[in-house]
């Protein structure tokens, strides 16, 4: 790698972010070795670039609760999914690696070999483009958070294309979702959610 860099810590509005360059497939393996079972940092890695993100509070706020709200729709819409928070995702053949913040699959899938959604929150800029290692790595779909908005993109073919509405969770309602986004504590955002969703509100 080139010369060594301290990660910066986090603050509460800001990730501590690095991202180092002439990084080996080694290099990103060693350093998820040394981090073992713990939740952060975060890694992405992609063609001799390696990032590593400590999450601000706000970042993980964020991601937390779009993942609890994505839930609380598949429990009122019937959709079975299973949660896998940020596994990580890897390809050494294609020199990619990525850890979401929150990721799915949808249905009954006893072995996946990667998720059907992906969840990333862009909270501070500076930051590997992980649409390009979850493109090769064959993610059907990922939503970006940034800036108060949801982007989704879908892959087709070898590329992402923004798309309007989710074809991993379809009919959910991406703007109606992050209008509970700010609402605390969670509980109460979740069942104000559900109670809209189902029609009581």
Known sequence: M?????????????????VLDG??????????EIRGDHSGPRFAYLEGRLEIMAPSRSHESIKSMIGCL?????????????????????????ERGA???????????ADPEMPDLAIEVVWTSGRIDK????????????????????DLFALRGDRYEAITGSEVLVGIDHAQLLEYLDVRPMTRAVLDYRRVLRGDA
Do not use: N
């Open 2 to 18: 080139t010369q060594a860099a301290r990660l910066v810590p986090p603050s509460v509005d800001h990730d501590g972010i690095v």
């Open 23 to 32: 990084a080996t497939w080694a290099d990103f393996q060693r350093v998820m």
């Open 70 to 94: 994505i839930e609380a729709w598949c429990f009122e819409r019937g959709v079975g999914i299973t949660p896998y928070g940020s596994w990580t995702l890897e390809d050494k053949a294609l």
């Open 99 to 109: 850890e979401p913040d929150e990721c799915y699959v949808v249905g009954d899938v």
């Open 131 to 150: 649409l390009e290692i979850y493109r090769k790595l064959r993610v059907r779909e990922v939503w970006y958070w940034r800036d108060g908005k949801l």
